[in-house]
């Protein structure tokens, strides 16, 4: 079965600094990725996905950005954190041909902008 | 895309059954109806999942309406372990799954 490693946990980072939070999965292959963002009390945002190296698409215009280095890692960035930029982050994955089973969820960053 | 509609909020009673509705009148006929529930600082948990028939897992039920425009997820006794936002999700579009509100759960003791 598919394990997904976040890290780091929890974050606290001025606004105007850098970001990068890395998601890496092991026990599958050729999977698609995932980062979401869940504000506050608020349900779950997609930002990202991805099916393949080097293949992103984006659902938010926002000051985020991912990228695929590797089949199996998954990060996002940004240069410069606005303090909207806090939440909860989630790297999922999913395998191509086993949609109806679902995601699997990292355990999440949370990240704090202050 | 298939809409979902679901109660913001329930509360139950610790040892006693738990029925959370989802409308989803939009939905195709070949479309699965899956459920996820989000524990407190966790990310989501894959619930169950169905297409026409009831079915039954180790965590819940899910009970399918006939015309398949709503489904309820039963938890036939609930514990306090099983407080969390239930998300009813409508399927896959476009390589990604779509998360509404939810319902999020309080369970009393």
């Known amino acids: 079965s598919q394990t997904i490693h976040q890290w780091p946990a929890t974050l606290v980072q001025p606004v105007g600094s850098p970001l990068s939070l890395e998601c890496t999965v092991e026990?599958?292959?050729?999977?698609?990725l995932y980062w979401y963002r869940q504000a506050a009390g608020r349900g779950l945002q997609l930002l990202f996905y991805?099916?393949?190296?080097?293949?992103i698409s984006s659902e938010v215009p926002q000051n985020l950005s991912a990228s695929r280095p590797q089949d199996r890692q998954f990060i996002l960035s940004s240069k410069k954190l606005l303090l909207s930029d806090s939440g909860f982050y989630l790297c999922?994955?999913?395998?191509?041909?086993?949609?109806?089973?679902?995601?699997?969820f990292g355990s999440g960053t949370r990240l704090t902008v202050v | 895309d298939a809409k979902t509609t679901q109660p913001n909020s329930m509360e139950s009673n610790e040892e006693e059954p738990v029925h959370l509705p989802c409308n989803h009148s939009?939905?195709?006929?070949?479309?699965?109806i899956h459920w996820y529930r989000q524990l407190p600082s966790q990310g989501p948990e894959y619930v169950i999942h169905g297409l026409t028939s009831n079915v039954n897992n180790r965590m819940a039920s899910l009970a399918i309406a006939e015309d398949r425009k709503s489904s309820t997820l039963i938890l036939h006794r609930a514990t306090l372990r099983d407080a969390a936002v239930y998300y009813c999700i409508p399927p896959y579009n476009n390589n990604d799954m779509r998360f509404g509100a939810g319902t999020r759960l309080t369970v009393k003791p």
């Open positions: 999922a994955v999913d395998q191509p041909g086993q949609g109806i089973y679902g995601y699997t």
């Open positions: 991805s099916v393949g190296i080097g293949q």
């Open positions: 026990g599958t292959s050729n999977p698609n």
């Open positions: 939009t939905i195709s006929g070949t479309d699965y």
